[in-house]
């Protein structure tokens, strides 16, 4: 076999297939293998028109048609699978070759492999892709990790077949080392989890609150779509409410059951921010809305418990309630931006890993799920000011944000009386009047744990530890 392709794929389920015909697609040679032979028979026989594939069957195969240094990328179930990969192809390449695991990993899984492959020369490169199998045939947002090195032999590759910007740029660049790629990946699906969750809160109080139908309120998004809301998940939302179900003419919306799934990455994102003592409460209240959600007993059993039944407004009301959703939306929005963000800067922190955040958000812009006009600014708050402490810290961002409180407030006391459940866009607004608080409770908590467990606290008027003798005099002690 000659060892003529630039790139190989193993693993052809739905993303591996499809990223195999993006490269094939930008006139790349793409080596193609996977476990059960028959998905690359079947790829090659249907796409082979294309582009340029090279169909092996066993792992030296698929090893010996490609070009050295070798790109191997790993498009398989992430896990042990992707470890029992690892294991059958590691033994066939040589120092300076890549493997490029394309799976949704968890970044601890990606540092140990990077780590143990290392030490044979060969470059881990663990790599976020989002976009699904829409985008990774036509262009996803790419999120490598792994050494410079092999970034300077890949980064070529997956720029060209990368989603573009608005302004041409390619959605794709290196992120940092070993478990960066990942760790970005995580916290952008977690980013994905509330920014579904706000719409999702959006919908219900249009729907409950305002009284709109499923219909009028695609069309409020389709709107909203057209200003600073602009996103693939707006866009997408209003295609999923104004679909009518033609088993029973009933909007979809209504016929599909009201349990919500998840995969994994943003109950991940959540586990991480605790471990690094990050508040993501947005993510994590839309991580908490998908499991209450599917907890049916729970709910049929709760299901009479007092309280209001959501009364809708009147037309001209509905109109001037809608506005003021849209300002809650997006300033929550702006709340869950922040957190996600923080969470990269603790992590690169936590991790050496140098992340620029402006990348990041610049290479969100086009190809994944988030992908939104808002990130353009994001990006531009960080060009402006790269160490900037928080997204809040950015001074349009903040006037924004300054503007929508009364509405957000509004929005948050109607669904408060109504009984319409938003916990994301109260999380949001907590969240940011916790941070500009003058004062936090949190001075009591800690006469609290000192109490009971001389645990000891900070003055605000000296320097040291103190301790106060609760079960004696009373007195102060330094600590
Ligand atoms: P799946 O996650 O469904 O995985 C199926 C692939 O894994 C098949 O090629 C299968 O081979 C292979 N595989 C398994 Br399972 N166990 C294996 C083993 N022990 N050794 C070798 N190969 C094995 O595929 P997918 O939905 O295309 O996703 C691929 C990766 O991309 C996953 O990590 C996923 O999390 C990630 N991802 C998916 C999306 C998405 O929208 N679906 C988006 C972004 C990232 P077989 O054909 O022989 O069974």
Redesign the pocket.
């Known amino acids: 076999m000659s060892a003529a392709a630039q790139i190989g794929v193993t ?6 297939r499809n990223l195999a015909r993006n490269f094939a697609r930008n006139g790349y040679t793409v080596a193609v293998h ?3 032979a028959a ?1 690359t028979r079947a790829l090659v026989e249907e796409f082979g028109h294309e582009g340029e594939f090279v169909g092996t069957e066993s792992a030296e195969d698929f090893v010996a048609a490609l070009e050295r240094p070798r790109r191997l990328v790993v ?4 896990g ?2 992707t470890d ?2 690892i294991r059958e192809f590691a033994p066939l390449l040589e120092p300076g070759d890549m493997i490029v695991d ?4 968890h970044f601890a899984d990606t540092r140990r492999r990077e780590r143990e492959l290392r030490e044979q020369g060969i470059h881990f490169v663990g790599t976020g ?5 829409e985008g ?1 045939l036509n262009g996803p947002s790419i999120m490598p990790g792994g050494s410079k090195e092999s970034y300077e032999a890949l980064g070529p590759m997956l720029e060209k077949i990368s989603a573009k910007a608005a302004d041409g740029s390619p959605c794709t660049a290196h992120i940092g080392p070993d478990g960066a790629g990942h760790f970005v990946k995580m916290v952008h699906n977690g980013i994905e989890y509330a920014d579904m969750q706000l719409i999702a809160e959006a919908y219900q109080l249009l729907r409950d609150v305002a009284g709109y139908s499923p219909a009028e309120i695609a069309d409020i998004f389709r709107t909203w779509n057209t200003g600073r809301l602009d996103s693939y998940l707006i866009d997408i939302t209003a295609e999923v409410l104004a679909h009518v179900d033609a088993a029973t003419g009933e909007p979809f919306v209504d016929v599909v059951q009201d349990q919500a799934e998840q ?1 994994g990455t943003g109950r991940w994102t959540v586990q991480i921010a605790l471990d690094l003592g990050v508040p993501v409460s947005g993510i994590a209240e839309a991580v908490f809305a998908r499991s209450l959600s599917g907890h049916q007993d729970l709910r049929d059993a709760s299901r009479g418990l007092a309280g209001p039944k959501a009364e809708p407004l009147g037309k001209a009301e509905a109109a001037a309630f809608a506005d003021q959703v849209e300002q809650a939306l997006y300033a929550s929005k702006i709340v869950s931006y922040t957190q996600g963000f923080h969470e990269i800067a603790a992590g690169s922190d936590a991790y050496d890993w140098d992340i620029d955040l402006g990348r990041v958000a610049s290479i969100w812009r086009g190809g994944c799920i988030i992908r939104a006009a808002f990130l353009d600014r994001i990006r531009a708050a960080y060009d402006a000011r790269a160490e900037l402490p928080s997204l809040l810290a950015d001074e349009s961002f903040a006037r924004e944000i300054g503007e929508a409180q009364d509405d957000w407030r509004a929005v948050l006391v109607a669904a408060t009386r109504q009984g319409v459940p938003a916990p994301g866009f109260a999380a949001a607004l907590a969240y940011y009047d916790a941070l500009r608080a003058d004062r936090l409770p949190a001075a009591l908590t800690q006469g609290q744990r000192d109490y009971f467990g001389a645990h000891t606290y900070r003055r605000t008027d000296r320097e040291g530890s103190f301790h106060t003798l609760w079960g004696g005099d009373r007195s102060e002690v330094s600590a």
């Open positions: 693993g052809l389920a739905v993303m591996g996977n476990r059960t998905r498009m398989v179930k992430a042990e699978p029992a990969v394309g799976g949704n990993a892709v989002s976009g699904g199998e990774a995969k």
